[in-house]
């Protein structure tokens, strides 16, 4: 039977539409990913345009408009300052997105160096690996409290020290995982062919990785979220009066009886991004991983 050039294109065609179409079934039936998505989005797009919205600066001080409460020209109220708390957390979320963000990013690019490389090297491997081990054993707020004040406080002071928090555990996952993938015998074919290390470690195991690497950047996102505000809370992060969700915190408890909405506000904002990410990792694993439900596989 011969195909010719239509009938082979034609049935490439019903091949993409159909997976498209399970694709979007899959989405669709992973409420946990639209939520997460639709949530982190919000707060993306509302910190990136928030110098469009309004030209308030965020430290601007207006002390006939303190502690109004919320509603009428200040939609989040003010604090103590007078400041615009709606404005503050605006700009409070591009420190936290930011933060977060760059930590994802590092831990991972250094952890997936660090844990492919100790996978495959077993010298490496007792070193890098009892390093990671020792790093872990140290509570995370403790080890970054204790970098950030040998390194000063600033906002590149913590992504450096979150980053050192986050990095032991990015390692221990793909070091898991590479470990189960050059067992495969597709790696054990490439080694007989010839294959440079290199080669087999960046075209082979890394592409296995990926997917459990990126359910873990979710949640390490959220988690330093939550360590900046920390910091910024005992006051070893973001330097004050910068617009971050954790100064705001740490300001509001003097004031919280007489203007809980300082307080709320802020707290608040956190939990929604902190969810929405946690949502969006939880969603992801379930469309990547086919072994779960609604994953890649149903």
Do not use: H
Not at 23 to 34: D, F, M, Q, V, Y
Not at 103 to 118: D, K
Not at 215 to 236: D, K, N, P, T
Request: charged share 15%; proline share 5%.
């Amino acid at each position: 039977m011969y195909f010719t050039r239509k009938s082979m294109s034609e049935a490439s065609k019903t091949i993409f539409k159909e997976q498209r179409e399970l694709t979007k079934e899959r989405i669709l039936g992973n409420p946990a990913l639209i939520i997460g998505t639709i949530g982190f989005l919000v707060i993306l797009t509302a910190a990136i345009f928030v110098p469009l919205i309004s030209s308030v600066d965020p430290n601007a001080m207006s002390v006939s408009e303190r502690f109004r409460a919320p509603g009428g020209a200040y939609l989040f109220g003010t604090d103590e300052f007078g400041r615009d708390l709606f404005i503050r957390l605006m700009y409070g979320a591009r420190v936290s997105l930011w933060v977060g963000g760059s930590v994802a990013v590092l831990s991972c690019v250094i952890g997936t160096l660090i844990g492919i490389y100790a996978s495959y090297f077993k010298i490496l491997d007792q070193i890098l690996m009892r390093i990671c081990d020792g790093l872990i054993a140290i509570p995370g707020i403790l080890l970054a409290i204790a970098l950030i004040a040998a390194l000063g406080t600033s906002s590149w002071n913590v992504v450096i020290a979150l980053t050192v928090v986050y990095t032991p555990s990015v390692a221990r996952t793909v070091r898991a995982r590479a470990l189960v993938i050059r067992e495969q015998p597709y790696v054990e074919a490439a080694k007989v062919q010839g294959f440079s290390n290199f080669r087999i470690l960046w075209k082979l195991v890394l592409p296995g990785v990926i997917s459990p690497l990126t359910v873990q950047a979710s949640f390490i996102f959220a988690q330093a979220i939550i360590s900046e505000a920390s910091l910024s809370f005992l006051g070893a992060g973001i330097p004050a009066p910068a617009a971050s969700w954790g100064n705001m915190l740490q300001a509001s408890k003097l004031v919280f009886s007489k203007a809980p909405w300082t307080m709320l506000c802020p707290g608040i904002a956190v939990i929604v991004c902190v969810l929405s990410l946690n949502l969006l990792g939880d969603g992801l694993r379930d469309f990547l991983d086919p072994k779960t439900k609604g994953g890649a596989g149903k």
